[in-house]
């Protein structure tokens, strides 16, 4: 496979229930992020990891919990979710140059619904 | 801080006509500007990018922009419009965070229609 891929690609559960959302990237990047796309909104960041290393945390609930093992594979861990987390995830990738003009690669999302 | 405003939720255009989705942006750096189009039922691919080269950056399927730092703008343009084009577009302001990690900030989106 190439590029960014995100598992599973649709995903329904309940406020109680326990799920993970897994992106593998194939393009040998430093680089992953968790962005959350709902109706109306702009794309928001979730989480970056840089070398394995969670460097950002964009004030998001401790009920998604992101994992990074290695620099090939990222989850998101939801556990007691509300309705209004229903929403697009988007998995991202880029190879990290410290300058911001790096450009990146995005898998083509989990759409999440939470009854 | 850094932000971008997308001056229209939704263009609709003939096909064969020309497209313009404007963008304008605040950044308290020199910025790194990016243009994403997102597909129904798809993740987002690049369309084009500058990073304080040239200022008149072409993308891929005809698509190109311009940076003009005067009017902090950064406006989409095609010549000719297609029926793919259809999908909604985004004017993304970037720059390096902590550690080296990119941030990027999204606008809203313009949601483009082509009339046949």
């Known amino acids: 496979e190439t590029g960014v891929t995100q598992t599973p690609r649709h995903l329904v559960m309940g406020m109680t229930n326990k799920k993970s959302l897994k992106c593998e990237q194939h393009?040998?990047?430093?680089?992953m992020y968790w962005y959350k796309q709902s109706a109306k909104k702009p794309l928001e960041l979730m989480f970056v990891?840089?070398?394995?290393?969670?460097?950002e945390n964009n004030s998001v609930p401790s009920r998604f919990s992101p994992e990074c093992p290695n620099s090939s594979h990222l989850f998101l861990h939801l556990h007691t979710l509300q309705p209004e987390d229903s929403a697009l995830y988007l998995c991202?990738?880029?190879?990290?140059?410290?300058?911001?003009?790096?450009?990146?690669?995005f898998g083509p999302g989990t759409r999440l619904t939470v009854l | 801080a850094q932000s971008v405003t997308q001056l229209d939720s939704h263009v609709s255009v003939s096909e064969g006509t020309p497209v313009l989705l404007r963008c304008n942006y605040s950044?308290?750096?020199?910025?790194?500007l990016f243009w994403y189009v997102q597909h129904p039922n798809k993740g987002l691919q690049l369309l084009l990018k500058?990073?304080?080269?040239?200022?008149l950056v072409k993308g891929i399927n005809g698509f190109e922009a311009e940076f003009k730092k005067s009017e902090t703008s950064f406006h989409l343009t095609k010549p000719s419009a297609h029926m793919s084009d259809a999908a909604e577009y985004f004017c993304?302001?970037?720059?390096?965070?902590?550690?080296?990690?990119?941030?990027?900030?999204f606008g809203q989106g313009t949601r483009l229609t082509i009339n046949p």
């Open positions: 990891y840089s070398l394995e290393e969670r460097v």
């Open positions: 950044s308290s750096y020199s910025p790194s």
């Open positions: 393009l040998g990047h430093n680089a």
């Open positions: 993304v302001v970037s720059w390096s965070a902590s550690q080296g990690a990119q941030k990027l900030v």
């Open positions: 500058y990073t304080s080269a040239a200022t």
């Open positions: 991202a990738s880029s190879q990290e140059g410290g300058l911001g003009t790096d450009t990146q690669y």
